[in-house]
């Protein structure tokens, strides 16, 4: 597929789950696009000066209710994945499908997308994080707020893993009822899992593979680079009011963070950092040693920061490990765990969430000597390869792409006659 000059280029739908991490790295996988493609968001109130800035047009259509997904995921309630409501998001999709007539959709975190790509005809690109394909090498281990992670502690490991992997594929076959009915409902193809519903025509797998291992990829699976909102050179009036004589903090708990899990770093023994936040719109945060900022990306102050404490997400943590900066969570939800422990197995960050409060202290001045040690190089290093190889691959990955769909296509039509 060749980049387009002409003024008329294919339409692409982009559908990213209602979060600032989803819509940013969508936003980010675009600029890659976008000589290829004519794009159009999802509408999101939210997001919307995002999508405006970087020059894209919107659609409106329903989705999932983000904040609703959000207080379900805390509690383990999956309730927000019912029939009624999935049935409702998959017509809506149809429908802008049908309409707009798109050469390609892009789903992120959009579950219902495959059966209205599917019912359309339509090609459908998935966005994945690594540690939720079927293809992940690592377990996807219990969360810790999990009613059973106490008892599964006090079993011997490879007991513990088998049961885990046993009880996720019954979970996650569970999850996928609704999707069955709607299914048979509209007479799409069968499809048994959770995991199977995120998957597209083709899959853009955009983690690292040395934090999150895949095994055996089919071949319309691709290993992109991290998508994180890009850093900026504009300047920060944060930046002259630090102290260079201080170590210095960013702290971000992103759109899905608990700002009262922090509230510690209000304690006197951490006035010796300079502790600069983003989205501590409650102020929970304070102290003469504090600034803070509703949105922060700025490429000078990540120069000055010595370690990043968040919430273990996904854009958060590749933007602090593109500047060799190491990483502290505090997790609200499981997918932030997968996350930490991938840092956590690389050496490169911690999860607090196990650490007394005594001791936050002790971990902290640890950690913060670390900022572009080996480890750290090592990785930013990684990213900026991965960044190269993919403005250089990006078209050989949709000329694959778009073919071996034809191919999958011609060889269904062959089959069903």
């Known amino acids: 597929m060749e980049k387009c000059t002409s003024k008329i280029k294919p339409l692409l739908l982009i559908f990213p789950y209602d979060v600032m991490a989803h ?51 805390t509690s383990f309630d999956f309730s927000w994945l019912n029939e ?60 810790r707020k999990h009613p059973f992670h106490s008892i599964f502690n006090l079993l011997p490991p490879s007991i513990a893993e088998y049961m885990t992997n046993v009880g996720e594929q019954l979970y996650f076959r569970n999850l996928h009822a609704a999707f069955r009915r709607i299914r048979k409902r509209y007479g799409l193809s069968k499809k048994y899992t959770y995991l199977q519903e995120l998957e597209g025509d083709a899959n853009l797998v955009c983690d690292l593979q040395e934090l999150f291992p895949q095994i055996d990829l089919p071949s319309n699976y691709f290993a992109i680079p991290p998508l994180y909102h890009p850093l900026q050179d504009k300047p920060l009036e944060a930046v002259a009011k630090l102290d260079l004589t201080k170590k210095t903090l960013f702290v971000s708990m992103g759109s899905t963070g608990n700002w009262k899990d922090l509230d510690f770093l209000n304690n006197n023994q951490f006035n010796k950092y300079n502790i600069v936040t983003a ?3 409650d102020k929970i945060l304070k102290g003469c040693n504090v ?28 933007q602090s490990l593109s500047c060799g900066i190491p990483i502290l969570c505090k997790t609200t939800h499981v997918e932030q765990e997968y996350n930490a422990d991938g840092l956590e197995r690389l050496g490169l960050g911690q ?16 950690w913060i000597k670390k900022k572009n040690s080996k480890e750290f190089v090592s990785i930013k290093n990684n990213i900026q390869k991965a960044n190269n190889r993919f403005e250089e691959t990006i078209e050989d990955l949709l000329n694959i792409s778009f073919h071996q769909n034809f191919l999958k296509k011609q060889l269904f039509k062959s089959e069903v006659h």
């Open 291 to 318: 600034f803070s900022y509703s949105f922060i990306n700025n490429k000078e102050l990540f120069k000055l920061t010595d370690l990043v404490i968040c919430h273990g997400g996904n854009g958060t943590i590749y």
């Open 279 to 281: 989205g501590d719109t």
């Open 351 to 366: 999860r607090l969430d196990k650490v007394r409060k005594e001791d936050y202290i002790t971990v902290i001045d640890k």
């Open 23 to 73: 819509y940013l790295r969508c936003l980010q996988l675009c600029g890659y696009l976008k000589p290829y493609f004519r794009i159009k968001f999802i509408y999101s109130a939210k997001f919307y000066s995002f999508i405006r800035e970087a020059g894209f047009e919107t659609f409106e259509c329903a989705s999932l209710d983000s904040e609703k997904v959000q207080r379900c995921m």
């Open 84 to 143: 009624p409501e999935l049935n409702c998001i998959y017509t809506a999709q149809v429908k802008i499908i049908t309409v707009l007539k798109p050469a390609a959709v892009l789903g992120d975190m959009s579950p219902t997308l495959k059966m209205a790509a599917e019912q359309t005809g339509v090609f459908h690109f998935s966005l994945h994080n690594g540690y939720m394909t079927q293809y992940y090498a690592c377990i996807r281990r219990m969360s």
